[in-house]
């Protein structure tokens, strides 16, 4: 049921047509974005994300307001992630430079109340100006009836001016620039902490034949996505989400990974060689028809990701000075 809502909201979507889909079911849903997407030229690209964690929590999209209304009855015993969404869109860096900027909330019920937390992903730090995104705002049903926990003007000012509580987390979320000179493939490790006590917890990279630009790799098929562990202390629930976004969970060859989490310096990738995709894991390697999907989805819907794309978009290495949310992704 949940993949014929899918196939029938991505149909009522086309650009210039207002709709309202339904969404149920466990499952991350895609929806366009009429602001451009940070690896697609145009609009109108469906980059924007809709993920529900379990079948009791319910969306419905409605394109002509402009409105994401979220449902759930359920009582819930402790705190549970029960969905998150994620807009795109771009912004202006204070040295005229244009960059994609996402808004990425995440949904919780506690008992019978809901709570969000929210944060921008953005490649560069700073605040931004001139910020194109299409105007959504998130509605919760309540008992008696309906909540804003997000207006489409809070969105656009979570994207150019970071709270002092964003801008404390910032400073904590260090991203190293590991490409030698004149390489464009991109690679980088992120860690936490400040100065000398930084604890770093994982490589990135995103490999092509010959350097090629991320768009023309990936329309070619043959690239990889590497995700290695430097720490085995990175959260299991985190791993497990994340397996659950990039529609990893049900593949067989991860199920340990699944289970488990990552252990130090473990490493897994997704990629393509001539056109067919695989994932790797452990020493092992299996045909993944998904691998661009999930690819796309991770670079777009991550902030890793995010900073990924965006340096493999470069010319030449940068001095990364990024920005991350308050949970760092």
């Not at 807009?87 to 990425?104: E, I, W």
């Not at 490790?189 to 100065?195: D, F, I, K, P």
């Given at each position: 049921m949940a993949r014929l809502l899918v196939l029938a909201a991505l149909a009522l979507l086309a650009p210039g047509l207002a709709a309202s889909a339904e969404f149920s079911g466990r499952g991350v849903f895609a929806f366009a974005s009429g602001s451009g997407c940070p690896i697609a030229a145009g609009t109108g690209e469906n980059c924007n994300r809709l993920a529900l964690d379990d079948e009791d929590t319910r969306a419905t999209l409605d394109e002509a307001t402009h409105t994401l209304r979220f449902a759930n009855g359920r009582s819930y015993d402790g705190k549970r992630i029960?969905?998150?969404?994620?807009?795109?869109?771009?912004?202006?860096?204070?040295?005229?430079?244009?960059?994609?900027?996402?808004?990425?909330?995440?949904?919780?019920?506690?008992?019978?109340d809901w709570s969000f937390s929210s944060h921008a992903h953005a490649p560069v730090r700073g605040e931004f100006s001139e910020i194109r995104i299409d105007p959504w705002q998130l509605v919760v049903g309540e008992v008696g009836g309906e909540r804003v926990l997000f207006s489409s003007a809070q969105v656009v000012e979570a994207l150019a001016k970071?709270?002092?509580?964003?801008?404390?987390?910032?400073?904590?979320?260090?991203?190293?620039?590991?490409?030698?000179?004149?390489?464009?493939d991109a690679d980088i490790?992120?860690?936490?902490?400040?100065?000398k006590a930084v604890k770093w917890v994982a490589r990135t990279?995103?490999?092509?034949?010959?350097?090629?630009?991320?768009?023309e790799a990936m329309r070619e098929g043959n690239w990889s996505l590497e995700l290695q562990a430097l720490s085995g202390q990175i959260p299991r629930q985190v791993v497990q989400r994340d397996l659950?976004?990039?529609?990893?969970?049900?593949?067989?060859?991860?199920?340990?990974?699944?289970?488990?989490?990552?252990?130090?310096?473990?490493?897994?990738?997704i990629g393509a060689t001539g056109g067919k995709g695989f994932v790797r894991?452990?020493?092992?390697?299996?045909?993944?028809?998904?691998?661009?999907?999930?690819?796309r989805?991770?670079?777009?819907?991550?902030?890793?990701?995010?900073?990924?794309g965006w340096q493999q978009q470069q010319l030449q290495p940068v001095a990364l000075d990024v920005k991350a949310g308050s949970n760092g992704r």
């Open positions: 029960v969905g998150d969404v994620v807009l795109q869109g771009s912004g202006r860096t204070a040295d005229g430079q244009r960059v994609p900027l996402s808004f990425h909330a995440l949904l919780s019920r506690s008992g019978s970071p709270s002092l509580t964003a801008r404390l987390a910032d400073e904590l979320v260090q991203v190293r620039d590991n490409r030698e000179s004149a390489a464009r490790t992120v860690g936490l902490g400040v100065s990279r995103f490999v092509t034949t010959r350097n090629r630009p991320l768009a659950f976004l990039y529609g990893l969970e049900s593949q067989a060859l991860l199920q340990p990974l699944l289970q488990r989490g990552f252990r130090k310096n473990e490493k897994l990738t894991y452990d020493g092992q390697q299996r045909e993944f028809a998904g691998a661009d999907a999930t690819a989805g991770f670079l777009q819907g991550s902030f890793l990701g995010l900073v990924l």
